[in-house]
């Protein structure tokens, strides 16, 4: 039969500390910012752990995120940042699709993949690549921000100003 | 008086002769020989009319015919380039066979591309350079070193190297118009030595004659005559050509003329060259199934699993020896009589100066060279192949791939692809041998894929890979029994059910309103009372899943199904429940996408882009997927499938406990054995039955599954990783309270409403903050 457990005094006073120290955490977190830090890129294909280039220059500074760990991915990665620096969507495309297929589930990529069909147009690819990029990023706090604000930048480009600016709110566009 | 009678002098007038007397035998001589000379004109220029017509007619026939082969550049068609880099799980020996398959010879000289070198903990490879979809790579030099069973660096020409790629299988070249694979060569790839051989054996005078040359059939005879065999032919190359594109057995004198005025007619209109070069692509070499072998570049990729340009003179010349009689000279059936004929080619080489007395000598000394069997020289996946024209036909009508040269881009990896149908060849092999079944009875196909993607990494039709025949892997619609119980599960998890509730395993029959009563029964006729979802899941029980579906209501389940595959089931009854569904493995493999790829619809997909001949893409197919399913839930569903292995009917499986997820299924009275599993990389779908769609008394279990386990085993199972999420909690196995390991046998489980969840008497829960908070907060 189910029965509730009888409270005990060890777990009674246990219970007060960690309520008070909840109490403590949960006024930090609803502050909602996201913690963002700009750093310059190496911009080649050594592999660097800073914040890689969007290419974009009127653009805020990236989110801090993770690199992917496979060293591959990070030089397609760097590849595929220079053509879409130089405008050649089409090779960065290829080049990122290509990192996927060593790395399937990094989220960054999945971003920068949005991004790229983004800017040739392809709202529906870029729309269920973000989403994708939002479901692998899980728990990680900056990836997650980064997807939801590439699926932001989707719904801008959609014209669904009202659902881009809800994210952008609640995920805090950094201003650089 | 006296008439005067006086013979008739004929009248002389001057330079004039007498006229004759004209008998009439010489009147009708002179009308004869008039009217036949007549008839002999008009007959003579009728016939030259219908002559000339027929030579027309001949002239479009052949000269079209000839246009349309030459001009007409075959489609590549590509699997995935292995791409290496430091950390890759690939090793040494992995490498080098796959380098092999691509035709790559170990040698100690690694001048040309088209060479490796094994050295201590690595290898050096000359890699052939390949113009890729997005960049173009030279041939280049490398050096890889392994450590266990990683990639641990790589260098070219002293510098290190962080990622490069093998050039991509060629795994098919077809003509989309007739379906047959050619392997095209310009006149500038046609080996020097191949050209001057052809001439030397087939047609000495080949440069000179129009179309046919006596002095050749004279010859031929003399040889045949000397030698007692069939050592030559009387043909030209140009007749041989002709014959080819007409093939028929007919040998009559009114063909062979056919053919001679073809050749002529073709020696007039084109160049020596353009002849040659035809000849070459086009010449009959072999049949293999219903595969036929024609030109000199697939014949060496079919005998020799190398490109054309890379083959020595001894195996050029075994290539010529086949011409004469494909049957007769086949190397993989008389090797010795296809040995015999290769060298005395050889020695024609020499005797007309085509190579040195050194090189012929090392040529003679050479074996024949071949591959192993017909099935092992050059990649060659008629299964997956249907796929990937069923896509193009999606996007392309016929005329538009008949540009010449297209480049298709695939996502197939032909390891992947070798070990499944090596996996369905050995397991049903052992299978029959174990059951005592006839060889041959029983027929599988297995669909791969990428768990993220949806990219097809392998697909089997049947269990011999390389003979065309029914693709039972796209085409054969079966029963999928018990596979279809997670997305009955699924429904229920988003529909308030959970893990842990409490479904009826007892007898029921449903009378559907306009149909038979129906009373289903499980697997052992049995039945097991209240249970918690989970264990019912993992025991693939019917009469607990048909209690559910009815709680969810069978249009709800059926509207989930409709949303995962973009199509509506055909079964309307509640035996769907119980997988009473017609489905290919293709088809299932997009169901089950749905779990591995943690909550998207991403269809098969087999094609990456299509390039034309100069590189520009023809269209770029980007990743297709469509969000269906929560994250959340599609990876609470993901956690169940693991626990099917670990506890369920997948735990005879040697992999079962390595962090992989799988489900089993059965059809009715056995006739179809299923399996579907993945792990954080690739999703099998693998099916088992006969085609004559007779029992075999096997389960998922004891068929589908076993091939399963030959896949894991040739490449290792990549185990998932579970995010840590809040909401897992330990409940009993058996009952779905919520215990702890010290008090009961349980499994752990995201459980998304704890609160609904019985504690086990006796148990010491220690809940977590988080449950405490959540239970204080949600009264």
Redesign the interface.
């Known amino acids: 039969?189910?029965?509730?457990?009888t409270v005990n005094h060890t777990e009674c006073f246990r219970?007060i500390c960690?309520f008070a120290l909840?109490g403590i955490l949960a006024a930090c977190v609803s502050s909602g910012n996201v913690p963002v830090t700009e750093r310059g890129s190496g911009g080649d294909?050594t592999?660097t752990t800073s914040a890689p280039q969007t290419g974009e220059s009127t653009k805020p500074a990236e989110i801090l995120i993770k690199p992917p760990t496979?060293?591959?991915a990070q030089?397609?990665l760097a590849r595929a940042d220079t053509a879409m620096a130089e405008q050649q969507t089409?090779?960065a495309?290829?080049?990122l699709?290509?990192a996927?297929?060593?790395e399937?589930?990094e989220a960054l990529l999945w971003i920068k993949?949005s991004r790229a069909?983004l800017i040739q147009g392809?709202d529906v690819?870029a729309f269920?690549?973000a989403?994708?990029a939002?479901?692998?990023a899980?728990?990680d706090r900056n990836k997650s921000a980064a997807a939801w604000l590439q699926l932001a930048d989707v719904y801008q480009a959609q014209g669904k100003s009202a659902d881009a600016q809800q994210i952008q709110r609640r995920y805090g566009r950094a201003r650089g | 008086m006296e008439k005067k009678t006086q013979s008739k002098k004929p009248k002389k007038s001057k330079g004039k002769k007498p006229a004759q007397p004209q008998s009439r035998v010489a009147r009708l001589r002179r009308w004869l020989w008039v009217t036949l000379l007549k008839g002999v004109m008009w007959a003579s220029l009728a016939g030259l009319l219908i002559a000339a017509g027929y030579l027309y007619y001949l002239d479009r026939h052949i000269s079209k015919t000839f246009e349309g082969r030459r001009w007409s550049v075959p489609a590549q068609v590509y699997a995935q380039p292995l791409e290496l880099y430091p950390g890759k799980k690939l090793t040494n020996a992995q490498l080098q066979a796959e380098l092999r398959r691509l035709g790559y010879r170990q040698s100690a000289d690694l001048e040309a591309p088209g060479a490796y070198q094994p050295i201590p903990g690595g290898v050096n490879v000359h890699l052939r350079g390949f113009a890729f979809m997005e960049a173009t790579r030279p041939a280049m030099l490398v050096q890889l070193m392994f450590v266990g069973d990683r990639i641990q660096r790589m260098n070219t020409q002293g510098k290190p190297l962080d990622l490069v790629r093998l050039e991509p299988a060629v795994i098919g070249s077809f003509f989309p118009s007739h379906g047959e694979d050619r392997v095209i060569l310009t006149p500038e790839q046609v080996p020097a030595l191949l050209a001057a051989g052809l001439k030397a054996v087939e047609d000495r005078n080949f440069d000179e004659h129009t179309g046919f040359s006596p002095s050749g059939i004279a010859r031929a005879a003399l040889v045949n005559f000397r030698s007692g065999e069939l050592q030559q032919g009387g043909s030209t190359l140009t007749q041989q050509l002709v014959k080819s594109y007409f093939l028929t057995n007919e040998r009559t004198i009114q063909r062979k003329l056919r053919e001679l005025a073809m050749a002529v007619i073709l020696e007039l209109r084109f160049s020596k060259e353009d002849l040659l070069t035809s000849y070459i692509n086009e010449i009959f070499l072999g049949q293999n199934g219903a595969r036929a072998i024609h030109g000199f570049g697939l014949g060496a990729q079919y005998y020799f699993n190398k490109p054309l340009n890379e083959l020595p003179p001894d195996q050029i010349a075994t290539l010529i020896s086949i011409i004469r009689g494909p049957s007769y000279y086949n190397p993989f059936r008389y090797p010795q009589r296809t040995l015999g004929r290769r060298d005395r080619i050889l020695d024609t080489f020499l005797q007309d100066g085509l190579i040195s007395a050194n090189t012929h000598t090392q040529a003679k000394s050479q074996p024949l060279g071949v591959v192993d069997s017909p099935n092992s020289g050059g990649a060659y996946y008629p299964a997956f192949m249907d796929l990937v024209r069923m896509e193009l036909s999606q996007r392309y009508s016929a005329s538009d791939l008949r540009s010449r040269g297209l480049r298709i881009f695939t996502t197939l990896r032909p390891r992947t692809q070798e070990n499944a149908q090596q996996a369905v060849t050995s397991t049903l092999a052992a299978i029959e041998k174990e059951r005592r079944l006839s060889e041959g009875e029983l027929q599988a196909s297995t669909i791969v894929t990428d768990t993220q993607t949806g990219e097809v990494l392998a697909l089997v039709g049947g269990r011999r890979g390389r003979v065309d025949g029914f693709n039972r892997a796209i085409n054969a619609k079966r029963p999928v029994g018990s596979v279809i119980k997670p997305l009955i599960v699924l429904t229920a998890l988003e529909n308030g059910f959970e893990w842990s509730s409490t479904l009826e395993d007892k007898n029921i029959t449903i009378t559907p309103a306009n149909g038979e009563p129906w009373s289903p029964r499980n697997y052992d006729g049995k039945t097991r009372g209240e249970l918690p979802m989970i264990k019912a899941l993992a025991l693939s029980l019917n009469l607990a899943t048909v209690d559910l579906g009815n709680r969810l209501g069978l249009s709800t389940v059926q509207r989930r199904f409709a949303d995962l595959l973009d199509y509506a089931p055909v079964n309307r009854y509640p035996s769907f429940f119980l997988g009473a569904e017609p489905m290919s493995p293709l088809r299932l493999s997009e169901l089950y996408g749905n779990f591995a790829s943690g909550g998207f619809r991403v269809p098969p997909k087999s094609v990456i882009a299509v390039l034309d001949e100069q590189g520009n893409a023809l269209s770029h197919h980007p990743f297709e997927l469509e969000q269906t399913i929560e994250p959340e839930v599609a990876q609470s569903l993901t956690r169940g499938l693991e626990i099917v292995m670990q506890r369920g009917t997948g735990r005879t499986s040697p992999y079962a406990q390595q962090g992989v997820a799988g489900k089993t299924g059965t059809s009715n009275d056995n006739r179809d054995s299923w399996f579907a599993g993945f792990d954080s990389s690739q999703l099998s779908v693998v099916w088992v039955g006969r085609d004559d769609n007779k029992p075999t008394g096997l389960t998922g279990t004891s068929g589908a599954m076993r091939i399963w386990n030959a896949m894991m085993r040739a490449q290792g199972p990549s185990p998932l990783a579970m995010p840590p999420s809040e909401n897992l909690i330990a409940i009993e196995y058996d009952t779905g309270l919520q215990a702890t390991q010290m008090c009961a046998d349980v499994v752990v489980l995201p459980i998304a409403r704890p609160d609904t969840l019985g504690i086990k008497p006796g148990c010491k829960i220690k809940s977590s903050f988080g449950d405490r908070l959540r239970s204080i907060f949600s009264r």
């Open positions: 039969m189910i029965r509730k457990n219970g960690l909840t294909t592999p496979n060293s591959a030089t397609l089409d090779t495309i290829v080049l699709e290509r996927i297929r060593i399937p589930r993949l069909h392809d690819t269920q690549h989403r994708k939002i479901a692998l899980g728990s």
